[in-house]
């Protein structure tokens, strides 16, 4: 009986202080997910909607989730009438032309996602085709994945929206509605907040 109690009291404790601190964390990393959850995208699993908690959470400045979301859609919204427009097409077609709506872009995005815009418009302008967007329509967004890399912070945002589009080319011209689904990718400094966009895609042709 002694021997059986000694083997008992041998056997490692947690020092209440140390339990204790890990209560406190959990806690607070539950009532960060409550809040947050939300306004992370709801096709995620739980599992992957608390991966998007704790990445946030290792933030020393706080992101307010739902005006960064409000912020997300007005320049989603931005950029796609603005890479639409016939001063972005007038660029593109007459080489470096400078204008309002290239300034405005070439701030908000980085090069290489710049480039790419340019490159897309290209091979429109090749087939014939021209792309008026009328209207955009947000059906769902949410936070899609969130990472802090050293001094940097990388949020994608999952866009379900209706487009409505003027297709012209040729001798036709009709107006139609397209549906998309699109991941969107923000970066900014963890010290200072200045977004930029790095990439946008169909979410059909990611891996995730």
Known sequence: MHTSMRRFSSLPVAPAASLLRSVILNAKSLVHFHRVSPAIDPSLSALRKWSVCTNLQMLREPIETNDFLEGAATAVDRVLHAVHSDD?????????????????????????????????????????????????HFENLGLFEASVILDKIRLQVHCDMVHTVRVTSGHRDFQVPKSSSMLWTFESSTKKRDWKIVDFQDISLLDH
């Open 88 to 136: 972005f097409r007038a660029f593109v077609g007459e080489k470096n032309k400078e204008n309002d709506v290239v300034s405005w872009l070439q701030e908000v995005m980085t090069q290489k996602r710049f480039d790419a815009c340019v490159f897309e418009m290209e091979e429109a302008c090749k087939r014939g085709v021209k792309y008026d967007l009328r209207h955009v």
